[in-house]
């Protein structure tokens, strides 16, 4: 009889406690807005989906070319040291 009444008792306090336990939804926002800075909503694994904001990103972009470009005005290319191959745009 005592292990009736402890599992009515546990049965009917479950629903209030689930409740309270809910977050609200502007502590869910702040915590999507930490977990995710750039956007997106948190999954699991610690990544996260990116959102509509987020998607297209690059559109508009030029193709690359994976060609060396002119150095910008300012600037002068310079060979790198361990890498012949690679040059880089230094300050004048």
């Given amino acids: 009889m005592r292990w009736a009444l402890a599992l009515a008792l546990l049965l ?3 629903p209030a406690e ?3 336990r809910q977050p ?3 502590a869910l926002e702040a915590a999507r ?3 995710c800075p750039n956007g997106g909503t948190p999954q ?3 990544r996260c989906r990116p959102g509509q904001d987020a998607r297209g990103w690059d559109r508009g972009l030029p193709a690359p070319t ?3 470009q002119p150095c910008p005005p300012g600037t002068r290319p ?3 040291r361990a890498q012949t191959d690679v040059t880089r745009c230094v300050p004048e």
Avoid: I, N, V
């Fill in 12 to 14: 009917a306090a479950t």
């Fill in 18 to 20: 689930a409740q309270r």
């Fill in 24 to 26: 609200s939804a502007a």
């Fill in 33 to 35: 807005a930490f977990l």
């Fill in 44 to 46: 699991r694994g610690g």
């Fill in 66 to 68: 994976r060609a060396q």
């Fill in 78 to 80: 310079q060979t790198a």
